[in-house]
């Protein structure tokens, strides 16, 4: 049965069954010495979030154009800072469907979203069209990383 086996196969096979037998020791290494890498690697894996927000300012309420202009300014702010709470905390869906006589009659959903934003800051604010502005806000990963590592500090 084995007569057909060469020499270099049986080296080999033998190697490979000696290395499972083979002892691995690991290195215990203090946490102190960890720290400044893993918090590194962490703040590379971070991405920078960008969030867009728009408002209208006719449907801004208002007594005169000025106003109006400012709080449509404020409301695509507001809508970019849910779109960043959207990001960084998720959104709950909850949902609602009606079935009768075996066909949907009323199917309704609707979204949360709750968090606390820190640190965002505006890149730009622009109207875009005659009727509307446009807000970008990031928050970058060094803000998250220090975040991150706040709230993960016993109080």
Same mark, same amino acid.
Do not use: W
């Given at each position: 049965?084995?007569?057909?086996?060469?020499?270099?196969?049986?080296?080999?096979?033998?190697?490979?069954?000696?290395?499972?037998? /083979? !002892?691995? $020791?690991?290195?215990?290494?203090?946490?102190?010495?960890?720290?400044? @890498?893993? /918090? #590194?690697?962490? =703040? #590379? +894996?971070?991405? %920078? *979030? %960008?969030?867009?927000?728009?408002?209208?300012?006719?449907s801004q309420p208002g007594k005169? =154009?000025a106003q109006r202009r400012l709080?449509?300014? $404020?409301?695509? $702010?507001?809508?970019?800072?849910?779109?960043?709470?959207?990001? *960084?905390?998720?959104? +709950?869906?909850?949902?609602? %469907?009606? =079935?009768?006589?075996?066909?949907?009659?009323? !199917?309704?959903f609707r979204g949360v979203v709750?968090?606390?934003? &820190?640190?965002? &800051?505006?890149?730009? @604010?622009?109207?875009?069209?005659? !009727?509307?502005? #446009? @807000?970008?806000?990031?928050? !970058?990963?060094?803000?998250?990383?220090?975040?991150?590592?706040?709230? /993960? $500090?016993? /109080?």
């Amino acid at each position: 049965m084995f007569k057909a086996c060469s020499p270099i196969i049986i080296s080999a096979l033998l190697g490979v069954s000696l290395a499972a037998c /083979s !002892d691995y $020791r690991i290195a215990m290494v203090p946490a102190e010495e960890l720290a400044p @890498i893993m /918090s #590194e690697a962490n =703040v #590379e +894996k971070i991405p %920078t *979030i %960008t969030a867009i927000g728009y408002a209208v300012v006719s449907s801004q309420p208002g007594k005169s =154009v000025a106003q109006r202009r400012l709080m449509a300014i $404020r409301a695509a $702010r507001m809508a970019a800072m849910r779109e960043l709470a959207e990001q *960084i905390h998720g959104l +709950k869906v909850n949902g609602n %469907t009606t =079935v009768v006589d075996l066909m949907v009659n009323n !199917d309704t959903f609707r979204g949360v979203v709750s968090g606390v934003i &820190r640190g965002a &800051r505006t890149v730009r @604010i622009n109207p875009t069209g005659e !009727d509307t502005y #446009e @807000i970008v806000l990031e928050i !970058d990963r060094s803000t998250i990383s220090q975040l991150m590592q706040s709230a /993960s $500090r016993p /109080s």
